[in-house]
């Protein structure tokens, strides 16, 4: 097992791992929260046109 308290090196680029690791997720969360909400925007203008649509 690799003692990574007694390597300096070694800690600090699995702390850098790690934080890249939660930064990439919290990054692809926000991208699919942005596309999910444009895409809800899309539904509900298309609904509007065919509800106006139907009603002339």
């Given at each position: 097992m690799i003692n990574f308290i007694g390597e300096g090196f070694g800690a600090l680029a699995v702390l850098a791992v790690l934080l890249w690791g939660v930064f990439v997720s919290i990054f692809w969360?926000?991208?699919?929260w942005?596309?999910?909400?444009?895409?809800e925007r899309?539904?509900?203008s298309l609904q509007e046109l065919s509800s106006k649509r139907?009603?002339?």
């Open positions: 969360m926000v991208c699919g942005r596309a999910m909400r444009a895409h899309i539904s509900h139907d009603q002339l």
